[in-house]
């Protein structure tokens, strides 16, 4: 067991913990009879504060590996520490892709269920719980094994809870076959929020995956510019020269912590520029690897370095389809503050699942990268808390560093039958993270 200081990527909220790497399922239950407080970590790739507990214990999974075989129609077992990386690097050459990515691989498939990750193809394919078929789930009050059918109700409290009903040690899903590594993208520039949001709603069921790139510098008639890459998976038909090759590893890297105020409202202005004017206005059918297109960000290692040490913010929210103004409230209450957004991301989202604590929800979701210094910062996130529970939303908690429990209550109506299950199997609030102490989700 070593003493360590943990913090989530966006690198704004530390603690110290104890930290301990079990091998076995034995060595889970043997950890949890002893510990007051204790939470499962993977990569670390959750932005806020999720897989830390300050003064407890963090059970580190990536020990938790091994990779069964791949089944005929694509079912496999994973061991919860394998990351998304590794296991693609097994099955694409077999000619199978995970169901649903987030936008990097670095992430365990425990973290993944633990936050019911979504991706570019949600409106056609869901989250990724859609796809599980079963997990052996380590809790204070036994070992289960879990599925929509056996412990149904703790299947789907585990299912984006957040990693607080147990350590999840393996999981058994379904794969999506693949011919090639390649996908067809279709991307098109617009010149505003209106004329991407319509694109999307018209054209996004043509395609399994979509993503928009917004830019929240601009004001006026051009506020809201976008891209927008849609794209399939590229067949054998469709490639001269077919392969199955997985991502290259990461071969770069941020050295160093970036200077504090480079990422400022004059040099993301001026990159928003430049990556907006470089998009084709309409380009059809380009070949892209699956790295490129579903991870772009995984090309350059520890890039969460170039916010500087004070780190940043993700703050990302989803709204209904009859609340879709909510998003153009949030891009003009942006463009107004002066606070830089360096990276945002707007996808849709089709019908939610049964994951009580699950994220998505039918409609829309942005997604904003924040870097920490702008003194306007705290009111403007206050603010878009405000517009998101009116509209009936609900931000994403893999990804938060700051929200209240009041917000929470309001934003997740089914916490009561969350904490309830929870209640149920870790009768002692053993189960916790610094995430879950800020936001009363520990228990009654």
Avoid at 197 to 219: L, P, Q
Wanted: overall charge neutral; charged content about 20%; hydrophobic content about 40%.
């Amino acid at each position: 067991m070593t003493r360590e200081r943990l913090s989530g990527w966006g690198r704004t909220i530390a603690s110290i913990s104890e930290v301990e790497s079990p091998t076995s399922e034995d060595d889970v239950v043997r950890e949890l009879a002893h510990a007051s407080g204790a939470i499962a970590r993977g990569l670390g790739r959750s932005y806020g504060d999720a897989a830390q507990l300050s003064g407890g214990l963090v059970l580190d999974n990536r020990s938790l590996g091994g990779i069964g075989a791949i089944a005929v129609d694509g079912v496999v077992s994973v061991g919860a520490g394998v990351s998304i990386d590794e296991l693609l690097a097994v099955t694409i050459p077999l000619g199978w892709f995970i169901p649903v990515t987030p936008g990097t691989r670095q992430v365990t498939i425990g973290g993944a269920i633990a936050a019911d990750v979504h991706g570019k193809n949600h409106h056609r394919d869901g989250s990724l719980g859609d796809h599980v078929l079963a997990m052996r789930l380590v809790t204070p009050e036994g070992i289960f094994t879990v599925s929509p059918t056996a412990e149904p109700e703790l299947f789907w409290a585990t299912i984006g809870g957040m990693g607080l009903t147990g350590v999840v040690t393996t999981v058994t899903m379904r794969l999506l076959k693949i011919e090639t590594d390649k996908v067809l993208v279709d991307t098109t520039r617009f010149s505003n929020l209106d004329d991407v949001m319509a694109a999307m709603i018209d054209g996004d069921d043509d395609y399994r995956y979509s993503v928009a790139w917004v830019d929240c510098m601009t004001k006026g008639s051009s506020m809201g510019r976008a891209i927008l890459t849609r794209g399939e998976h590229a067949t054998r038909r469709d490639l001269q020269s077919p392969s199955l090759v997985a991502p290259a590893p990461t071969r770069l890297r941020v050295p160093f912590n970036a200077p504090s105020g480079l990422l400022n409202p004059w040099s993301i202005r001026a990159f928003n520029e430049v990556w907006f004017r470089s998009a084709p206005r309409r380009r059809e059918g380009e070949e892209q690897s699956l790295g490129t297109f579903f991870h772009p960000l995984d090309g350059v290692g520890d890039w969460n370095r170039l916010y500087g040490r004070r780190g940043f913010v993700q703050y990302q929210f989803a709204v209904a389809d009859a609340r879709a103004e909510s998003v153009v409230r949030a891009i003009e209450r942006l463009c107004t503050s002066g606070v830089p957004s360096f990276l945002a991301v707007l996808k849709r989202f089709g019908p939610a699942n049964h994951g009580v604590l699950s994220f998505p929800l039918s409609g829309w979701t942005l997604a904003l990268d924040l870097p920490v210094g702008p003194t306007a910062l705290p009111g403007v996130l206050d603010d878009l808390d405000e517009m998101v529970i009116e509209a009936g939303g609900r931000v994403y908690l893999a990804k938060d560093s700051r929200l209240n429990p009041a917000a929470v209550r309001v934003m997740y109506p089914r916490l009561p039958e969350f904490l309830e299950i929870k209640n149920r199997i870790d009768p002692r609030h053993q189960l916790a993270s610094d995430l879950a102490r800020r936001l009363n989700l520990v228990g009654k």
